[in-house]
């Protein structure tokens, strides 16, 4: 699929603000399965110092500075963006959920690197804490000997199934136990809860965030700005790689979905940090537009 | 019982009970014997005689406590005051065990070196199995921000390097911990050896030890050689989490010793991708930055948001190679105490060496044999968490809740946990002067290496360390911290013959010398030198005055409430109760057979002015200035500090003093302290901006302090006249002066001459107004070619004139024209209002007033 990508966020300062340091990962990777073409990056006011480094995880992090006296801060990203079918699942793929938790924990030596590198994930992370109430819940998908890939996708949509969007019930402060008890939350929630519980059960697991193409309703044009940040999970497959899933939408990610990074949890791949002086109370507006590039009259819809 | 082996009964005095132990002794060989490298110090001691001894020690320890060293935190705070005892008896190294030690250490450095660059690199040793990446992706202190892809410039992110070792029950040495982001003590070292060889110069003279200057200097060709070539003058800063921090002595005596800027995180920002300090000339740029801040507080945008302390922005200037920063950021994962149990294969692997330090046995709870291990024996283990630096648990040691609590955590997060033998050490001699005998210890010895200058452009592997030939011991049990030691000592490696004497001090600088016109001054620095200025003479003026009062209160007749002189002093030293005030408290106070109720509510609320509690009492008003003498404490000399010390002690004295003689003393003696702090500044501090924001600040208070003191004994005092006028003279300091000049009995428009028109008296506000603007002519100032001046400046010409304008005759009434008094009322208050104005002024247009930052997103999430 071809997408025109176009992201803004927008604060506005209650007062003025006189120097700010930010960072943003919002310049999605290249991937296998993804390529980017004509990334642009606009900050207003201008940016000074403005440069692009690869994380530890390997994203893409976009630093600058503004120096000016300023009161609102614009940061926009646009991109093409191409995506093509993800890796199938295959023989490989096929390995029982104890083996690949064992895995895990067989001592390092004897591992490959690939399972080496994914042990970081196994670990607790800043909004992921590994707690019993999670293996708990994740116990019912893990039965004895079952694949790792069946387990997660049965996990998966039983988050969907169980719990309930809803935008008011969580911040990003809410822990996970509230949400595990509460059954309610964002894609945020949802993939923090999956993680853990992925991780309660001794496995490895990776936070993703990207955009997701939406649809409108039927027989209504799509509007601008309607799309949003998108957040789901990986799940490390040993001897294969990591299997995308999404618990929000209970399924498995598609060409519908873009990936901007990754890492260990939300912390990791916050789209947009900041310290500044000054400023005051701040107001974010957030719009996303994932446009298909169908024909010429979608084009025309990104000035 | 136990027999000295020696036939020597001096030195069988001296060792008493020391003799005898069966493990490992660094004093007494096997056949109890003193060994040879000790010899010559025993036999300088008994030569010098116990009592000597103990004397000697007593020097060093008031040697000590004058300079202020402590690691006390809140030196401040009067109930806290604690601080080292400095034990005269060193740890003496031979030549032979310095050989190997010396090795040992400098393979050390080496390995970390090359293991920091792996991990923050290539990270090899974690694919190759090395290192499990649970035990380095857990640890606070690994930084992933500081693990991006590689930079193309290399530079070496290990500089210095402290390591704490100990010899144990075999005789073997054994590390106990790495200190690799801000190795503590080489200023204490430092000045351990200049104390002792202070105390001690015929046994430091003679001795054949190696000095230790020449490792500072070192420090100071690595710091200089890794600003390169970059700049003609690079600019070297230490930073210090501030007064508040436990190291903050060394962090100012190393900022002095190296000539270095002493700053804060307030005081540093980034800006167009440079870090520049906040100076009074404006933005100075910084290349290196010796930091003494732990790694996840250096910078709130990259790691942990909740800093106060850091700079936001630091780690991608650093990254871009536009500072550098000493030890680089993240390299506190070094300080893995589990590092220990695998050294010895990192060793083998990276250098292709057999390690020659071992660590203490040490298991990783993270490997799941091991776990089953410590599981199986778990009080037979030191535990350690490593989100919980410092702390240790011991199962034997613990209630049986903490115990199931500590099992829970062990197995849900072994990772975490690394499992210590308990240490059985060797003893060490120590002198205890109560009991003028030597005593066995144990001593935890800290030393210090550097990269060599001339390898920093090298590739890592080819880096190689010096050592500091000596370092900082301290007395504890094996692993026990620092500071929390009681008693610390100087090492002593002992050199083949005497060395040629190094003086400690100025000689040692490096091979940079920048002469500083002073505009590179922290504006921070300004600020507190300020502040330090002004609460220094408000200390004065009040002690001079509370001095008079008691002085008042003595020679009146305590009966008589009405035609005394103290209410007035009450008022002068802002202490007088309002009417109803007066009413409940003479009412509380009651009939009493010998004293006035008035006189007792004034004896009550001048002794209540010596207690920590009031607001505006002098131990308050010192502890404001002691806070802004801190803060400057690299400004300071050593003799004006030693002044500040004392000040301290009479205050922490003052509060109990309950009696009006004593107190008046306390005062005396207060008042001369400060003479003295001041005319050291006057005489040792370079006449540059600091000096002028010192002596401005001074100069405020002064002049203010006299304006009000004036308006309230001609004017405003409910008993005007002749006992109050002396009191004016005295706060002053000026009868003596009045007396040879005028000859006469005290007249108001004598005392208007000398106190306010006479430029030549340093105590008139003519003086002082003069003073004051030459001082201000003389800041940094922004428009310095036009003719505009700025509000300082107009300020005091606007005061100067009012007094220059004044009609001397109009004055000559006061006692019987009430026009005169209208008139003076008037001036005075004209001159009061641009001088109050004036602080303002000069603490706007000069003192940086950062804003606290703030977060774009807050996540409030455990760290």
């Given at each position: 699929m071809k997408y025109k990508l176009r992201h803004l966020t927008h604060y506005q300062y209650s007062g003025p603000a006189t120097l700010s340091h930010n960072e943003a990962r919002i310049l999605p990777r290249q991937l296998p399965w993804q390529t980017c073409s004509n990334t642009q990056l606009i900050i207003s006011p201008d940016a000074i110092g403005l440069s692009e480094r690869q994380d530890f995880f390997g994203n893409r992090v976009a630093y600058f500075a503004i120096e000016a006296v300023h009161n609102s801060l614009e940061v926009v990203v646009s991109s093409d963006v191409e995506t093509f079918p993800r890796p199938a699942q295959d023989f490989f793929s096929g390995t029982a959920w104890e083996d690949a938790a064992a895995e895990m924990s067989r001592?390092?030596?004897?591992?490959n690197r690939d399972s080496i590198a994914a042990r970081l994930f196994v670990l607790d992370s800043p909004f992921v804490m590994r707690q019993p109430a999670l293996r708990e819940y994740a116990l019912a998908s893990f039965a004895p000997g079952r694949l790792l890939r069946d387990a997660l996708l049965e996990l998966n949509v039983r988050i969907f199934n169980e719990f309930t969007y809803d935008e008011d019930s969580t911040t990003l402060a809410t822990p996970l136990q509230e949400v595990l008890e509460h059954k309610r939350g964002v894609c945020q929630d949802f993939a923090h809860l999956l993680i853990g519980c992925l991780r309660a059960m001794g496995l490895a697991a990776r936070y993703v965030s990207g955009y997701m193409e939406t649809s409108p309703p039927p027989g209504q044009e799509k509007l601008l700005g309607a799309d949003a940040t998108h957040a789901w999970v990986a799940a490390f497959i040993p001897g294969w790689g990591w299997q995308e899933v999404d618990p929000t939408n209970g399924c498995v990610p598609d060409e519908r979905y873009i990936v901007l990074g990754w890492g260990r949890d939300f912390a990791d791949v916050t789209p947009l940090k900041g310290v500044m002086t000054g400023g005051g109370e701040h107001k974010l507006t957030v719009a996303v537009d994932v446009l298909p590039v169908i024909d010429v009259a979608s084009e025309r819809l990104l000035i | 019982m136990q027999p000295s082996g020696t036939k020597d009964p001096a030195l069988r005095d001296l060792l008493g009970d020391y003799p005898g132990h069966s493990g490992h002794d660094e004093l007494l060989s096997p056949n109890q014997q003193p060994r040879a490298h000790w010899q010559p110090l025993l036999a300088e001691i008994v030569a010098m005689g116990a009592d000597t001894l103990v004397a000697r020690s007593e020097e060093a320890q008031s040697l000590l406590h004058e300079n202020g060293v402590t690691f006390n935190p809140y030196e401040d705070d009067p109930g806290q005051l604690r601080s080292w005892r400095l034990d005269c008896m060193p740890c003496v190294i031979s030549d032979a065990d310095w050989s190997y030690l010396e090795a040992g250490l400098r393979q050390r450095s080496r390995l970390l070196a090359l293991l920091l660059d792996d991990l923050y690199g290539q990270r090899q040793v974690i694919d190759e199995g090395l290192l499990p990446p649970e035990l380095v992706y857990t640890h606070p202190g690994f930084l992933f921000s500081a693990a991006d892809v590689p930079s193309l410039v290399h530079r070496p992110l290990l500089i210095f390097h402290g390591t704490d070792v100990i010899r144990d029950e075999h005789g073997q040495w054994q590390v106990l911990a790495d200190w690799t982001q801000s190795p503590a003590g080489v200023g204490y070292a430092l000045e351990n050896r200049i104390t002792l060889s202070r105390a001690l110069p015929g046994v430091y003279r003679d001795a054949p030890i190696k000095r230790l200057a020449g490792f500072l200097q070192a420090q100071h060709r690595c710091l200089a050689s890794l600003a390169g070539s970059q700049r003609q003058e690079p600019n070297i800063v230490l930073w210090t989490p501030g007064p508040g921090s436990p190291g903050y002595f060394e962090h100012a005596w190393l900022a002095n010793y190296m000539n270095f800027p002493l700053v804060e995180g307030d005081d540093l920002v980034v800006r167009d991708g440079q870090v520049a300090v906040r100076t009074l000339g404006g933005l100075h740029q910084v290349d290196v930055i010796m930091r003494q801040i732990n790694d996840p507080w250096c910078d709130p945008l990259e790691l942990r948001p909740d800093s106060l302390l850091g700079v936001p922005g630091l780690m991608q200037a650093a990254r871009s190679g536009h500072v550098h920063i000493v030890n680089a950021?993240?390299?506190?994962?070094?300080?893995?105490?589990?590092?220990a149990a695998f050294l010895p294969n990192l060793c083998q692997r990276l250098l292709g060496e057999t390690l020659m330090l071992r660590g203490r046995d040490a298991l990783w709870c993270g490997d799941l044999q091991a776990l089953e291990q410590i599981r199986g024996s778990m009080d037979e283990w030191v535990l350690r968490d490593i989100t919980r630096p410092g702390k240790t648990f011991r199962v034997d040691q613990m209630g049986l809740a903490a115990v199931q609590s500590l099992r829970l955590d062990l197995q849900s997060r072994p990772h975490l946990f690394t499992a210590q033998k308990p240490l059985q050490a060797g003893v060490t001699p120590g002198f205890n002067p109560a009991s003028k005998t030597v005593e066995r210890q144990t001593t935890t010895l800290r030393f210090f290496s550097a990269i060599e200058a001339d390898d920093i452009n090298k590739p890592v592997n080819e880096h190689s360390f010096r050592i500091m030939p000596g370092g900082l011991a301290w007395v504890g049990e094996p692993g026990a911290p620092l500071m929390k030691s009681r008693v610390v000592k100087d090492i002593w490696v002992l050199a083949q013959a005497p060395q040629p004497h190094v003086s400690m001090l100025r000689q040692a600088q490096g091979p940079i010398l920048v002469t500083r016109d002073g505009k590179d001054l922290p504006c921070r620095v300004a600020e507190s030198l300020f502040w330090m200025g002004r609460y220094g003479e408000r200390l004065d003026i009040r002690a001079r005055l509370l001095r008079e009062a008691l002085g008042r209160l003595l020679q009146e007749s305590p009966q008589e409430a009405v035609v005394t002189l103290l209410p007035d002093l009450l008022t002068a030293l802002g202490v007088a109760p309002d009417e109803e005030e007066l009413a409940d408290e003479l009412a509380a106070i009651g009939e009493h057979p010998r004293f006035s109720p008035e006189y007792l509510l004034a004896r009550d609320r001048l002794l209540n002015l010596l207690t920590d509690q009031a607001p505006d009492g002098l131990p308050m008003t010192f502890s404001h200035f002691v806070r802004n003498s801190r803060a400057v404490r690299d400004h300071l000399g050593d003799d004006a500090w030693r002044s500040v010390s004392s000040i301290r002690q009479r205050c922490n004295a003052i509060s109990r003093t309950k009696g009006v003689v004593a107190g008046q003393r306390l005062l005396e003696a207060i008042v001369i302290d400060l003479a003295a702090f001041f005319g050291l500044c006057n005489e040792t501090m370079p006449h540059h901006y600091g000096w002028r924001f010192l002596d401005i600040g001074r100069f405020i208070e002064r002049v203010l302090g006299t304006l009000q003191l004036l308006k309230l004994a001609l004017l405003t005092a409910n008993q005007p006249g002749i006992p109050l006028w002396e009191v004016v003279l005295a706060t002053t300091d000026n009868f003596t002066v009045y007396r040879r000049r005028y000859r006469s009995q005290l007249h108001p428009s004598a005392i208007l001459d000398l106190l306010l028109f006479d430029e030549s008296n340093p105590r008139s506000v003519g003086y002082m107004l003069k003073r004051l603007g030459r001082q201000v002519a003389r800041l940094p100032s922004t428009s310095e070619n036009t003719s505009y001046r700025n509000l300082e400046n107009r300020l005091i010409i606007q005061a100067t004139s009012t007094l220059h304008l004044v009609d001397i005759d109009s004055l000559a009434d006061l006692q019987h024209s009430e026009d005169a008094r209208d008139i003076l009322m008037a001036l005075l208050d004209d001159l009061i209002e641009p001088m109050a104005e004036l602080s303002d002024a000069v603490s706007h247009s000069h003192f940086s007033h950062v804003e606290a930052s703030r977060q774009l997103v807050t996540m409030d999430v455990a760290h």
């Amino acid at each position: 699929m071809k997408y025109k990508l176009r992201h803004l966020t927008h604060y506005q300062y209650s007062g003025p603000a006189t120097l700010s340091h930010n960072e943003a990962r919002i310049l999605p990777r290249q991937l296998p399965w993804q390529t980017c073409s004509n990334t642009q990056l606009i900050i207003s006011p201008d940016a000074i110092g403005l440069s692009e480094r690869q994380d530890f995880f390997g994203n893409r992090v976009a630093y600058f500075a503004i120096e000016a006296v300023h009161n609102s801060l614009e940061v926009v990203v646009s991109s093409d963006v191409e995506t093509f079918p993800r890796p199938a699942q295959d023989f490989f793929s096929g390995t029982a959920w104890e083996d690949a938790a064992a895995e895990m924990s067989r001592a390092v030596r004897t591992g490959n690197r690939d399972s080496i590198a994914a042990r970081l994930f196994v670990l607790d992370s800043p909004f992921v804490m590994r707690q019993p109430a999670l293996r708990e819940y994740a116990l019912a998908s893990f039965a004895p000997g079952r694949l790792l890939r069946d387990a997660l996708l049965e996990l998966n949509v039983r988050i969907f199934n169980e719990f309930t969007y809803d935008e008011d019930s969580t911040t990003l402060a809410t822990p996970l136990q509230e949400v595990l008890e509460h059954k309610r939350g964002v894609c945020q929630d949802f993939a923090h809860l999956l993680i853990g519980c992925l991780r309660a059960m001794g496995l490895a697991a990776r936070y993703v965030s990207g955009y997701m193409e939406t649809s409108p309703p039927p027989g209504q044009e799509k509007l601008l700005g309607a799309d949003a940040t998108h957040a789901w999970v990986a799940a490390f497959i040993p001897g294969w790689g990591w299997q995308e899933v999404d618990p929000t939408n209970g399924c498995v990610p598609d060409e519908r979905y873009i990936v901007l990074g990754w890492g260990r949890d939300f912390a990791d791949v916050t789209p947009l940090k900041g310290v500044m002086t000054g400023g005051g109370e701040h107001k974010l507006t957030v719009a996303v537009d994932v446009l298909p590039v169908i024909d010429v009259a979608s084009e025309r819809l990104l000035i | 019982m136990q027999p000295s082996g020696t036939k020597d009964p001096a030195l069988r005095d001296l060792l008493g009970d020391y003799p005898g132990h069966s493990g490992h002794d660094e004093l007494l060989s096997p056949n109890q014997q003193p060994r040879a490298h000790w010899q010559p110090l025993l036999a300088e001691i008994v030569a010098m005689g116990a009592d000597t001894l103990v004397a000697r020690s007593e020097e060093a320890q008031s040697l000590l406590h004058e300079n202020g060293v402590t690691f006390n935190p809140y030196e401040d705070d009067p109930g806290q005051l604690r601080s080292w005892r400095l034990d005269c008896m060193p740890c003496v190294i031979s030549d032979a065990d310095w050989s190997y030690l010396e090795a040992g250490l400098r393979q050390r450095s080496r390995l970390l070196a090359l293991l920091l660059d792996d991990l923050y690199g290539q990270r090899q040793v974690i694919d190759e199995g090395l290192l499990p990446p649970e035990l380095v992706y857990t640890h606070p202190g690994f930084l992933f921000s500081a693990a991006d892809v590689p930079s193309l410039v290399h530079r070496p992110l290990l500089i210095f390097h402290g390591t704490d070792v100990i010899r144990d029950e075999h005789g073997q040495w054994q590390v106990l911990a790495d200190w690799t982001q801000s190795p503590a003590g080489v200023g204490y070292a430092l000045e351990n050896r200049i104390t002792l060889s202070r105390a001690l110069p015929g046994v430091y003279r003679d001795a054949p030890i190696k000095r230790l200057a020449g490792f500072l200097q070192a420090q100071h060709r690595c710091l200089a050689s890794l600003a390169g070539s970059q700049r003609q003058e690079p600019n070297i800063v230490l930073w210090t989490p501030g007064p508040g921090s436990p190291g903050y002595f060394e962090h100012a005596w190393l900022a002095n010793y190296m000539n270095f800027p002493l700053v804060e995180g307030d005081d540093l920002v980034v800006r167009d991708g440079q870090v520049a300090v906040r100076t009074l000339g404006g933005l100075h740029q910084v290349d290196v930055i010796m930091r003494q801040i732990n790694d996840p507080w250096c910078d709130p945008l990259e790691l942990r948001p909740d800093s106060l302390l850091g700079v936001p922005g630091l780690m991608q200037a650093a990254r871009s190679g536009h500072v550098h920063i000493v030890n680089a950021l993240g390299a506190g994962v070094l300080e893995h105490p589990a590092l220990a149990a695998f050294l010895p294969n990192l060793c083998q692997r990276l250098l292709g060496e057999t390690l020659m330090l071992r660590g203490r046995d040490a298991l990783w709870c993270g490997d799941l044999q091991a776990l089953e291990q410590i599981r199986g024996s778990m009080d037979e283990w030191v535990l350690r968490d490593i989100t919980r630096p410092g702390k240790t648990f011991r199962v034997d040691q613990m209630g049986l809740a903490a115990v199931q609590s500590l099992r829970l955590d062990l197995q849900s997060r072994p990772h975490l946990f690394t499992a210590q033998k308990p240490l059985q050490a060797g003893v060490t001699p120590g002198f205890n002067p109560a009991s003028k005998t030597v005593e066995r210890q144990t001593t935890t010895l800290r030393f210090f290496s550097a990269i060599e200058a001339d390898d920093i452009n090298k590739p890592v592997n080819e880096h190689s360390f010096r050592i500091m030939p000596g370092g900082l011991a301290w007395v504890g049990e094996p692993g026990a911290p620092l500071m929390k030691s009681r008693v610390v000592k100087d090492i002593w490696v002992l050199a083949q013959a005497p060395q040629p004497h190094v003086s400690m001090l100025r000689q040692a600088q490096g091979p940079i010398l920048v002469t500083r016109d002073g505009k590179d001054l922290p504006c921070r620095v300004a600020e507190s030198l300020f502040w330090m200025g002004r609460y220094g003479e408000r200390l004065d003026i009040r002690a001079r005055l509370l001095r008079e009062a008691l002085g008042r209160l003595l020679q009146e007749s305590p009966q008589e409430a009405v035609v005394t002189l103290l209410p007035d002093l009450l008022t002068a030293l802002g202490v007088a109760p309002d009417e109803e005030e007066l009413a409940d408290e003479l009412a509380a106070i009651g009939e009493h057979p010998r004293f006035s109720p008035e006189y007792l509510l004034a004896r009550d609320r001048l002794l209540n002015l010596l207690t920590d509690q009031a607001p505006d009492g002098l131990p308050m008003t010192f502890s404001h200035f002691v806070r802004n003498s801190r803060a400057v404490r690299d400004h300071l000399g050593d003799d004006a500090w030693r002044s500040v010390s004392s000040i301290r002690q009479r205050c922490n004295a003052i509060s109990r003093t309950k009696g009006v003689v004593a107190g008046q003393r306390l005062l005396e003696a207060i008042v001369i302290d400060l003479a003295a702090f001041f005319g050291l500044c006057n005489e040792t501090m370079p006449h540059h901006y600091g000096w002028r924001f010192l002596d401005i600040g001074r100069f405020i208070e002064r002049v203010l302090g006299t304006l009000q003191l004036l308006k309230l004994a001609l004017l405003t005092a409910n008993q005007p006249g002749i006992p109050l006028w002396e009191v004016v003279l005295a706060t002053t300091d000026n009868f003596t002066v009045y007396r040879r000049r005028y000859r006469s009995q005290l007249h108001p428009s004598a005392i208007l001459d000398l106190l306010l028109f006479d430029e030549s008296n340093p105590r008139s506000v003519g003086y002082m107004l003069k003073r004051l603007g030459r001082q201000v002519a003389r800041l940094p100032s922004t428009s310095e070619n036009t003719s505009y001046r700025n509000l300082e400046n107009r300020l005091i010409i606007q005061a100067t004139s009012t007094l220059h304008l004044v009609d001397i005759d109009s004055l000559a009434d006061l006692q019987h024209s009430e026009d005169a008094r209208d008139i003076l009322m008037a001036l005075l208050d004209d001159l009061i209002e641009p001088m109050a104005e004036l602080s303002d002024a000069v603490s706007h247009s000069h003192f940086s007033h950062v804003e606290a930052s703030r977060q774009l997103v807050t996540m409030d999430v455990a760290h």
